[in-house]
């Protein structure tokens, strides 16, 4: 394409409210097949379908992830869920690695569980980040994500297949096997936190386009959250970790649901991309 037929391109997705028009138009171009492909892209961007849902993927913590029509785009602030994920699996890792065990050699898998999980993205990310890196913090994980939303399990599970994860539809922990209680290192919640109340204000490619399960919180936005935490302690190992992502206004809030669910509870937040994220921890002398 030439550079003035890109330039028309780019006039029409900015013409239709996108801000980012030109980049869009380069990433649709880089996609399509064809011109007849091309024009099909365009249009359904243009009718305001969400660009990732368009492209077929997101790119997210260094990873290209598949994002099927109707599937929850994982945000790019909820990179800071991942990196504290990480972070604290690979200091647990660390912690609880046998004595015995030789340098470089893997040690028992981290269990990793992603309720919740849209396309997998966060769970994948994080099996991911876990299988590389030093000999110190490098383990393997035992990856197992869980939706509602049938749609959502079949994009997670050709997602999380390319690290031996497995997909399973149901209701938060209901689908999960039974041996995994009490042997969850990281219990990852991405739960849906915005209040009943307020979904019609947000933008129409969310509020048009991804599940309703996926976004509404209930009346205050907690709802999911309570639910989770009420369980999390039976499923969690000692010492192993829940993390989910809040809104600002609800962070107090969030951490007040999982202290009364037993679990120690802080919140950890990066200003320049506007996220915070909520750490509960089982209690226990081997809390990493």
Sequence with gaps: MDPDQLDDLAARLRAAGCVFAEEEAARLVERADDAHHLEALVARRVEGEPLEHVLGYVDFHGLRIGVDPGVFVPRQRTVLLVDEAVALARRRAIRTRPPETVPGQAGDPVVVVDVCCGAGALGLAVATDLGSGADAGRRPVDLHVTDLDPAAVACAARNVAAVGGVAYRGDLFDPLPTRLRGRVDVLLANVPYVPTGEIPLLPPEARDHEARVALDGGGDGLDVLR??????????????????????????????????????????????????????????????
């Design 227 to 288: 639910r989770v935490a009420a369980d999390a302690p039976r499923w969690l190992a000692p010492g192993g970790h829940l993390l989910t992502e809040s809104g600002e206004r609800q962070a107090s809030g969030a951490v007040a649901v999982l202290e009364r669910a037993g679990l120690a509870a802080r919140v950890v937040r990066d200003e320049e991309i506007g996220a915070a994220v909520v750490v509960g921890t089982r209690r226990d002398a081997r809390t990493a």
